[in-house]
C-alpha cells in the first residue's frame, strides 16, 4: 500500500503542467518551519525531497508523523479556509512545491473539471493516511494483546 500523495494519481497531464508551471520551486532548510500552526498557509505544498515532521503544541514531544518525497502539507487546511491545525518542520535539507493558495483558487473557479480531479486526489490521499495510521494501531494492539513470546518475535522481525 502507498501512504503518499503521487501526482498522477485522478490528476491529467494539463494538471500536472499547471501545477507545475504555477508552483514555485522552495529548498527549506533543516529546522524551518513552512506551516505554522494557527497560521492559514499561503500555499499547497508538495514534497519533492526531503523529509518534514508534523507537530502540534501541548500533545507531544514526539512528532505526530513524517512526511516524505510526494506528500501534500496543507490540504486540509486550503480545504477548510482554516488556520493550520499543525506546525510542519523540515527535518533535512528538503525542496518543496508551493503552489500559491489564491491562484489554485482561481483555476478551481475557472476549471470545475480539475476542482473535480484536484478533490479527488486530496480525498485519496486523506484515505491513504488513514488507512495508514489505522493498519499502525492495529499493529500496535495486536502487539499488545499477543502473548510475550510473540511480541518479541513481531518486535524482532519488524526491528
Known sequence: MRTNFDLSDGLRDEDLVWLFQTGTKRAVHPGTAIV???VRPNALFVVIRGQFSVRV?????EPLARLGTGELIGEISFLEGSPASATIVSEM???VLAIDKQLLNERIREDTAFAARL???????AERRLRSRVDRLASLFE?????????????????
Open 143 to 159: 502487539i499488545a494483546s499477543a502473548p510475550r513470546s510473540q511480541c518479541e518475535r513481531r518486535v524482532s522481525a519488524v526491528g
Open 36 to 38: 505554522r500552526e494557527g
Open 93 to 95: 535539507e528538503s525542496a
Open 119 to 125: 478533490y479527488r486526489a486530496f480525498a485519496l490521499i
Open 57 to 61: 503544541e501541548n500533545v507531544a514531544d
